[in-house]
């Protein structure tokens, strides 16, 4: 049996595309700045001197990294405040989810990143009379970012995929918009193709100005 696409009472609910599109970009803003910037002291905890501190975010990154991101949002949505005396959106309840995924992972490319840099390079510069922190922002970080940029730039395009995680908890991003779209007009193979073009067109952008990026770093080494 032949199929017939039509594509047409998708469009004709692009004002609901649109307001998915928003929440889409709005989450994944969110998750991009506080998962990677998390990360980042996490990776610092697991490298810190301090053994409560190193236990801390190691107990952090396991839980996390092994725990599905769609089970955390629903405990944050459904659990949380019933054990807190907190009121917990839709928004809210992804933004944590995805967030603390996210910097569990993100936190493990930061570290490898920053042990890859040779000891000898650290120790030079601390025999020359710079500080720790002069170190890290001086010589450490420059050259760990440059070998850690695709792994956080293949993170951040998981995050923005995840966001879709949020229609468990009624969000409104694409996914959510997508699966109204299909159950009023019973079409949900037109509905998904759409929102799966549109995630396309969205995250095409991102990989090819990290590709620029990439080479321009390479350039300069």
Do not use: H
């Amino acid at each position: 049996m032949t199929y017939r696409w039509n594509f047409a009472s998708v469009f004709d609910n692009w004002q609901a595309l649109a307001m998915g599109l928003a929440g889409t970009l709005k989450l994944s803003i969110v998750c991009l700045i506080l998962g990677l910037s998390l990360g980042l002291l996490v990776g610092f905890g697991r490298r810190a001197r301090r053994a409560p501190i190193r236990w801390l975010s190691t107990a952090f990154v396991e839980f996390f990294r092994n725990t599905p991101v769609l089970i955390q949002i629903l405990w944050f949505y459904f659990a949380l405040p019933m054990i807190a005396p907190i009121e917990v959106s839709p928004f809210l309840a992804a933004v944590l989810g995805i967030t603390l995924n996210a910097a569990a992972y993100s936190s493990e490319i930061y570290r490898g990143g920053i042990q890859s840099i040779e000891p000898g390079q650290t120790e030079a510069a601390r025999a020359i009379g710079m500080s720790g922190l002069q170190t890290l922002r001086r010589i450490v970080i420059p050259q760990a970012v440059r070998r850690i940029l695709p792994a956080l730039t293949n993170r951040g395009i998981e995050i923005v995929k995840t966001s879709t995680l949020a229609s468990v908890v009624a969000y409104v991003e694409l996914m959510q918009q997508g699966k109204l779209i299909a159950s009023l007009n019973f079409n949900p193979i037109e509905a998904y193709t759409v929102v799966g073009v549109m995630f396309m067109l969205l995250l095409y952008p991102f990989v090819r100005a990290t590709y620029a990026i990439e080479r321009r770093l390479a350039r300069s080494d």
